[in-house]
């Protein structure tokens, strides 16, 4: 599948692709459940993240040359934007690298006892909200700025979706929410929530992991809430154009940036290793 210029070529591949991460979703969710099959998780995850930096990230883009060799002109400014951005966002990449490395070693072939039919729901909830998001950004680059303000606010009910979701649900962090929420998703009779000092001698820092992830993740879906408000108010005051939109392309690559972080995220917190509950 190649990327498009058309508007509703653009679009269609939009939903083919998120049709693609749902089924690989769906997939990786029953291998776990099913099999325990660690190898075959890993793959999945990798084929997603591929989908993902390719068909809603547009790493391609890095290839576009500028025939104006006019420095000062916006195509230019552009190209070497997207460059810096890139580059941060390796950087950035390098940060929960290192988390996942961190659980990895401490915890091995255990994970935090969590329950996987939220954790499949959230999951779901972010994919769908990348998806929104490649949609309006499509749209702006085709001149359809009501378009892209629908859809950047979808995205945006969608991520705080998600960020409540983490936050206040699998932190336990509000009880009059949460606990009527668990129940409804069937958390298992006697599963104790979460703290940072959770962990004992045969599971090592178990809490520590989970927030240290779910944590800095949550804290770049934050960023990544601002940041689309921030273009969403600016399409609304008429700032971006179908030619002259970069602030609408660095919000949406940044967004799907922190959907690629979860895709590695959720396989090593929900589904990959033995479940170990908080002692």
């Known amino acids: 599948m190649s990327h ?14 998120a ?3 749902a089924i690989l ?11 325990d099959a660690v190898p075959l998780l890993i793959v999945v ?48 990449g390098f940060v929960f690298a290192g988390l996942l490395v961190m659980r990895i070693n401490l915890l091995g072939l255990t994970r935090p006892e969590l329950n996987q039919t939220l ?22 680059a085709h001149g359809d700025v009501k378009g892209f303000m629908r859809n950047t606010a979808i995205t945006f009910i969608l991520g705080l979706g998600f960020l409540l979701g983490v936050v206040m ?18 958390e298992p009779e006697g599963m104790k929530a979460l703290t940072p000092s959770s ?15 779910t944590g800095m993740h949550a804290f770049h879906v934050l960023t990544g809430l601002i940041f689309l408000f921030v273009v969403w108010n600016n399409a609304r005051k008429g700032v971006y ?10 919000a949406a690559v940044y967004w799907h940036f922190i959907d690629l972080v979860w895709i590695f995220f959720y396989p090593a917190l929900y589904l990959i290793g033995t479940a170990v509950g908080a002692p």
């Not at 979703?25 to 099999?35: D, Q, R």
């Not at 962990?199 to 927030?211: E, M, R």
């Not at 154009?241 to 660095?250: F, N, S």
Request: hydrophobic fraction near 50%; aromatic fraction near 14%; charge should be negative.
């Open 4 to 17: 498009s210029q058309n508007k509703s070529a653009a679009l269609m591949q939009g939903v083919i692709i």
């Open 19 to 21: 049709i693609y991460l």
């Open 25 to 35: 979703t769906l997939l990786e969710y029953f291998v776990a459940v099913a099999f």
């Open 45 to 92: 995850a990798i084929i997603k993240a591929v989908l993902v930096v390719y068909y809603f990230m547009h790493i391609y883009k890095l290839n576009q040359k500028d025939s104006d060799t006019n420095h000062e002109s916006y195509a230019y400014k552009t190209i070497t934007n997207r460059l810096g951005l890139w580059l941060f966002l390796i950087s950035d």
């Open 119 to 140: 954790g499949l729901v959230v999951t779901v909830v972010l994919l769908l909200s990348s998806f929104f998001m490649n949609r309006g950004e499509m749209q702006m």
């Open 169 to 186: 649900i699998e932190w336990r962090g509000v009880p009059a929410i949460a606990e009527p929420i668990l129940h409804f998703f069937g």
């Open 199 to 213: 962990g004992d001698a045969s599971t090592g820092p178990l809490g520590a992991v989970f927030f240290m992830m």
């Open 241 to 250: 154009t179908a030619e002259k939109h970069w602030g609408v392309e660095a």
